[in-house]
């Protein structure tokens, strides 16, 4: 439940909290995160105790722009043309870190690498000039709960955590940044998210596979993105008792939430998280799920709607 001293906040005062070892509820582009100082172990361990986190998993570390990416990350010539392309935005870079460069040891789960990206939306790109580092921001939910987009969701997931909240409307693209590794000179997709594939690859080339680098990137857990009621992939229809979400042309009831009546997957990729959470409110016996393409962004939804059936790991 929402805690009462999660006060909305400004800039200022969500900057000084984070000064002071605290957390605060930020928005961005994807999802809205839960924020602490990148470089405090303190407040990075509270973040993990907040979400009930595992401590392998690693965090992406917000920074303004490409300048800041490169202090505490090494990136090579096809990091730097997908920053070029694409920052600020819903890509994330893992990259070697750099010594020094102001991201704990805790915050990349003890790995010699480092997950960076610019959040491309103002209150966020506010808060990073404000604090004057880097930020920490996993998605402001419970682990392995559906992440929030809009900051109620949010406040309701971890508000009794943090000392401030910062509101920025409803999440423009929904899904989470997509995860991309630049280590070995191939580009891995570790990750698919709110950058669609076919988009990156027309500036680096076919991507690889994960390649043994899964553990380098968040949101690789078995269930995850999970609402409390069983989740039914590719379901034509609704069973009794079932919420269902649909695709396209949808059948009547209270319990059916379309994703895109028209069938768009940005659109759905916008509604997946808040209308999972509003299925998921009703307390039907399972929600069920229309087939979505895997085209364009509906690689990332699939990506996520299995996550939540806890099919992959």
């Known amino acids: 439940m929402q805690a009462p ?4 906040t400004n800039v200022a005062g969500a900057a000084a909290i984070l000064r002071a070892g605290g957390l605060v509820i930020m928005p961005t582009e994807t999802v809205y995160g839960l924020a602490g100082d990148a470089g405090d172990p303190a407040a990075v361990a ?4 907040a979400k009930g986190r595992p401590r392998f998993n690693p965090l992406i570390a ?8 490169e202090r505490i990350a090494a990136l090579n010539p096809q990091a730097q043309a997908l920053a070029e392309a694409f920052w600020p935005g819903p890509l994330t870079i893992v990259a070697p870190a750099r010594p020094g460069g102001g991201v704990c040891d805790l915050a990349r789960a003890g790995l010699e690498t480092v997950a960076v990206r610019p959040p491309a939306h103002p209150v966020a790109q506010a808060l990073l000039a404000a604090f004057g580092g880097p930020i920490v921001a996993p998605s402001a939910n419970r682990s392995g709960r559906p992440s929030p987009t809009t900051l109620a969701d949010a406040l309701e ?25 630049c280590l070995d000179g191939q580009v891995r997709l570790l990750r698919a998210g709110g950058l669609e594939r076919a988009r990156i690859e027309a500036v680096v080339g076919p991507l ?6 899964a553990g380098r990137s968040p949101g690789r857990t078995v269930l995850h993105y999970a609402p409390d009621a069983p989740v039914r992939l590719d379901a034509a229809a609704p069973r009794a008792g079932e919420a269902y979400l649909a695709f396209g042309p949808a ?17 759905a990729a916008t509604n997946l998280f808040a209308m999972l959470r509003a299925a998921d409110r009703a ?13 364009g962004l509906g690689e990332a939804i699939n990506d996520r709607l299995r996550r939540a059936a806890g099919y992959i790991g």
């Open 251 to 267: 059948p009547q009831g209270d319990l059916v939430w379309n994703l895109s009546s028209a069938g768009d997957v940005r659109e």
């Open 62 to 69: 917000h920074v303004a722009d490409r300048g800041d990416a």
């Open 46 to 49: 509270r973040i993990f105790e």
């Open 208 to 213: 690889a596979g994960e390649g043994g680098h």
């Open 5 to 8: 001293h999660a006060a909305v």
């Open 283 to 295: 307390r039907p016996a399972a929600i069920a799920v229309a087939p979505i393409p895997e085209t």
């Open 157 to 181: 997931e971890t508000g009794a955590a943090v000392g401030a909240a910062l509101d920025g409307g409803p999440c423009n693209v929904g899904l989470e940044s997509t995860v991309v590794a």
